[in-house]
């Protein structure tokens, strides 16, 4: 189980850098964003989902504990930051949101049907929300069995 935990975490966190970093289009869209979006992209999410990593390889109950709690975060906002909007639509005074949308993921892979106007998330995203939720839960499941 350890080394199951382990290596969806790498790839979760692989995943995530390659593509942040790496131009995939239509899959991802990376050309059209900012370098400081990027950058903060890389930085942020580098240092969240590399920790559990981290915490899984000196295998620390403590350190697993913060490791799981942070993934879990990562869940509830990789799930606000996409599902409100694809389900309710963007409010009004979201619309710098909308205006990133539209620049960088609007003409990627689109998996979903849409509602509307709605924004979709893409293949892209869609997969790294399903990785952060079997990383959260193979951490959780390996932290609660030793």
Not at 55 to 66: E, G, H, K, M
Not at 110 to 121: D, E, F, T
């Amino acid at each position: 189980m350890w080394m199951t935990a382990l290596l969806l975490n790498i790839v979760h966190l692989v995943y995530h850098q390659v593509t942040t970093n790496v131009d995939l289009f239509p899959f991802n869209n990376i050309r059209r964003y900012k370098w400081s979006e990027r950058m903060a992209e890389v930085t942020l999410n580098g240092l969240l989902m590399g920790f559990p990593v981290i915490a899984l390889s000196l295998n620390d109950r403590r350190w697993i504990t913060v490791a799981g709690t942070v993934l879990g975060f990562l869940v509830i906002g990789e799930f606000l930051t996409w599902w409100p909007f694809y389900f309710f639509g963007v409010p009004p005074r979201m619309r710098k949101w909308q205006e990133i949308y539209d620049r960088t993921h609007k003409h990627t892979v689109q998996c979903l049907p849409a509602i509307g106007n709605h924004p979709r998330p893409n293949l892209e995203h869609c997969i790294l929300f399903i990785l952060t939720i079997a990383a959260f839960g193979v951490t959780v499941w390996y932290r609660t069995s030793v």
